[in-house]
T-cell receptor
């Protein structure tokens, strides 16, 4: 079946370094992608989204890159801070009449001071 | 300030004892969702309401029901909780179906952690 998955389940970085979290998706019909951050004991928090007609979108300290050729999505966090420690999920919406987000497995980002 | 509110944050119930989880929103969004999230796993959609229209996921057990009495509130009813139903239950909202208009996305509440004894 269609799925969204993550390459790395855990990522540990030093404070101040840049972080890159990757996500692979298999549904070529997907046209909208979202990155969520989930801190322990909290609900997912929207970080940034991107549509399939774009290949890059920037936010504050975050950049999402979309490569439709290889069906790959990445989240780049610049100057990673301890507050960035969380699980990061990519999610896709594949269009059609359903309103469903399909979430990837999640990557645990740990920022070491 | 909170936009999606879930009560209670922690719920303990006994095996087989019905339980209801509550979600309310101040965003006036048309769509409300319920997800189940087990430890170290991604959220899994149970069902959603688009206005008053209920949409159940094919693999959602019959044990799970939902009610949406008005735009602001949505309830998750677990008729006979089993040990396997222990999880975080997340409520989310979106103004409209995703990706169709603007940059609307799903906004999540803080979740209710359900323990089944």
């Amino acid at each position: 079946g269609e799925s969204v998955g993550l390459h790395l389940p855990t990522l540990s970085v030093q404070e101040g370094d840049n972080s890159i979290i990757n996500c692979a998706y298999s549904n070529s019909a997907s046209d909208y992608f979202i990155w969520y951050k989930q801190e322990s004991g909290k609900g997912p928090q929207f970080i940034i989204d991107i549509r399939s007609n774009m290949d890059k979108r920037q936010g504050q300290r975050v950049t999402v890159l979309l490569n439709k050729t290889v069906k790959h999505l990445s989240l780049q966090i610049a100057a990673t801070q301890p507050g960035d420690s969380a699980v990061y999920f990519c999610a896709e919406e594949s269009g059609g009449s359903n309103y469903k987000l399909t979430f990837g497995k999640g990557t645990l980002l740990t920022v070491n001071p | 300030d909170a936009m999606v509110i879930q009560n209670p944050r922690y719920q303990v119930t006994q095996f087989g004892k019905p339980v209801t989880l509550s979600c309310s929103q101040t965003l006036n969004h048309n769509v409300m969702y319920w997800y189940q999230q087990k430890s170290s796993q991604a959220p899994k959609l149970l069902f959603h309401y688009y206005d008053k229209d209920f949409n159940n996921e094919a693999d959602t057990p019959d044990n799970f029901q939902s009610r949406r009495p008005n735009t602001s509130f949505c309830f998750l009813d677990i008729r006979s909780p089993g040990l396997g139903d222990a999880a975080m239950y997340l409520c989310a909202t979106s103004r409209d179906p995703l990706a169709r208009r603007g940059t609307d996305t799903q906004y999540f509440g803080p979740g209710t952690r359900l323990t089944v004894l």
